[in-house]
Every structure is written in C-alpha cells, then in structure tokens.
C-alpha cells in the first residue's frame, strides 16, 4: 500500500517494502512521470538510501526511516529504527522497529554485524592494524609525544591520543 512520505506529500510515495515513487499528480516534467521506483543506493555502511528532490533541493535520505514513518508513525527523538532481521537492506515494514541505541547495538552483536566495519575493513581507515601497535608501542616505550606521532601517520593528534586510549581501533 502506498503512503506519502513525510516531509514530501505530493511528491513521493513509498510501499510496506521501501519502494518509493513519483507521486503521479506531482508537477515534474513529462520524461520523469514513470511508474517504476526510484533507483536506490546503498551507504557506504550498507543502508538504502534516495535522493529525493522538493522545490529544487535535494536530499539523501535512508529508506527504512522514511518506510517507518510513512507506514508507522514518527521516530521518538530519543530512538533508532532497529532492523529486526539484521539485513539493513531488508526496509520491509514488518522488519522495522524503533528502539534505543543500546537495543540496537545489541540486535547488531547478535545478527553479528557489529564489528563488520572496523579497522581495515573501514573504507575510511587512514592507518593500518600495523599502524596501531606500532603507534601503541611508540607510545608506551616513550621519547615521543603524541604530536610527533601524528606528524608520522596520516592522522592529527586527538586521532593518535584516542588510538592510544584504546578509544579508536579498540579490537586490537
């Protein structure tokens, strides 16, 4: 069943699966009333999300957030949609839940997909697994300050102090 989107009614439309569509009694030019769904794209962390566009902005957005307040209400300020499956491209309505972000981050060690973009496997790592100890062993050894590590790495200092604390690169 097709609901308008929140924040976008007259514009777009989007099914209990996360489809979303061009409302057809929208104003948009002739090449763009199709019938078939927006494409969507994956996040680097591996939501869906649109790009949707209203009065000539545009905005990218994640689908399962717009499938829960389309289908199921507003998201509590204080809360997350939780992905009760695991899959985070699974944006049916049945597989969406809010709850805290520690319910939710306890969904993610069950379904495993905590750890999954840690360190190395991080598109955005500036430093290696190698890196890390050999910044900790620095460190630890003394004669070198946290600035002068960072002057070496890829990284500025408050990175290299939170490598250090074992607040950054925890796992290792």
Not at 31 to 53: A, F, N, V
Not at 78 to 89: A, F, Q, Y
Not at 113 to 132: A, Q, S
Request: with cysteine.
């Amino acid at each position: 069943m097709l609901r308008p989107i929140p924040g976008y009614i007259g514009y777009y439309n989007i099914d209990e699966c996360g489809n979303i569509y061009r409302d057809p009694k929208a104003v948009t030019p002739r090449w763009r009333k199709k019938k078939d769904p927006i494409h969507q794209k994956p996040s680097k962390i591996g939501y869906m999300t649109i790009e949707l566009c209203m009065d000539g902005i545009k905005k990218r957005l994640l689908v399962h957030r717009l499938v829960y307040m389309a289908h199921k209400g507003e998201i509590p300020s204080d809360k997350e949609i939780r992905h009760l499956s695991g899959d985070k491209t699974n944006n049916h309505v049945s597989n969406l839940d809010v709850g805290t972000h520690l319910e939710n981050s306890q969904d993610a060690i069950r379904h495993g997909t905590l750890y999954r973009f840690l360190g190395e496997l991080n598109v955005g790592h500036k430093v290696t697994k190698e890196d890390v100890l050999e910044i900790r062993r620095r460190y630890a050894k003394g004669g070198i300050s946290q600035g002068e590590l960072a002057d070496e790495y890829p990284v500025n200092r408050p990175q290299i102090g939170r490598i250090i604390r074992r607040q950054s690169w925890a796992h290792i």
